[in-house]
């Protein structure tokens, strides 16, 4: 019988197999970033060490508490069971299918960054798609997600990384994800390779509205208005396309649960306020999101 591989070991496999493909870079001087053993080490003598769980801690910042391993567990589950996001990851597959095929590099693997990778499975998803032409890497700030993302480590590494400050080198991604995250242009355009892409995922109006209004009415007020975003982005990319999302789905009591859990709407609420706001809750719920692509050439 074989044994399973530690998820340290299969990190060291997967940087093993594409550091060459792209590039790390150290979070205290911007040097690259090159493997011994086990870790991570820079031409200025800074070394980052895997924990057990093939992490590498390339940020000194943290985030908020309310983003534990409570909550990233409710995400992955939404994500994976509920199948509510299914026309948004089809339609991020299709594009970036498309922005493969436009680049003319069947010989070369298709780069994907998810900057604001959560606990992985948006990315984990997209690789699987294609997963001989494809490799990817998720960087996010809070070590929850990122301790449960490597449950993906050997398709795909995790990185704890400041979005401000990526942890990745200049020019060396073709698709940068942005789902429901914030962005830093700056950064994205370092990171970019000639002819790459930005996928960026934001919410509109009709987005976890059922919450809002089961909420009350000063919820309701807090509607999410995206045309300053878009502005922002499309005055960024000189290329720009945008695509709409919007379809009624429906969600299993357990679905609903999670939604709650996860979104920063009930984050005031107590653990009886948020049973009671499950149960007052529609069954059918509106995914409604725009991919905006940008690019510049």
């Known amino acids: 019988m074989t044994e399973l591989k530690s998820k340290k070991d299969r ?8 550091l060459g493909h792209l590039s790390l870079q150290c979070h205290h001087c911007h040097q690259a970033l090159s493997l011994e053993g086990y870790s991570l080490v ?3 003598g800074h070394r980052v060490d895997s924990h057990k769980q093939g992490t590498y801690f390339l940020s000194n910042k943290s985030v908020d508490d309310h983003y534990d391993r409570q909550l990233f567990q409710a995400r992955r589950r939404f994500i ?3 199948a509510y996001y299914a026309p948004l ?3 991020l597959n299709q594009l970036v299918s498309d ?3 436009s680049l003319g590099q069947s010989d070369l693997p298709y780069r994907i960054l998810d900057a604001g990778s959560g606990e992985g499975s948006h990315l984990a998803w997209l690789l699987a798609q294609d997963p001989n032409h494809r490799i990817g890497l998720g960087v996010d700030l809070a070590r929850a997600g990122i301790a449960l993302a490597t449950d993906f480590n050997g398709q795909q590494l995790n990185l704890v990384g400041d979005l401000a400050q990526l942890p990745i080198g200049d020019q060396t991604i073709d698709g940068l994800l942005s789902i ?3 962005s830093n242009y700056q950064e994205f355009d370092r990171v970019l390779a000639p002819g790459g892409r930005v996928f960026k995922v934001i919410p509109n109006a009709g987005y976890l509205a ?3 209004k089961a909420l009350g009415q000063e919820a309701v007020k807090q509607t999410y208005d995206n045309q300053a975003t878009r502005q922002v982005f499309e005055s960024h990319y000189r290329h720009h396309q945008a695509y709409l999302v919007q379809e009624k789905r429906l969600l299993t009591p357990q679905a609903k649960a999670d939604l709650v859990a996860m979104t920063p709407l009930t984050w ?6 948020a049973s009671q706001l499950v149960e007052s809750l529609p069954d059918e719920f509106l995914l409604d999101l725009t991919v905006l692509v940008g690019w510049n050439e």
Do not use: K, N, V
């Open 180 to 182: 429901l995250s914030p």
């Open 210 to 212: 059922e919450i809002r």
């Open 80 to 82: 994976q069971e509920s």
């Open 11 to 18: 990190t060291q496999d997967w940087l093993q197999a594409h």
């Open 42 to 44: 820079c031409p200025q």
């Open 268 to 273: 005031h609420l107590d653990a009886s306020q």
């Open 89 to 91: 990851q089809d339609l």
């Open 99 to 101: 922005h493969q095929a």
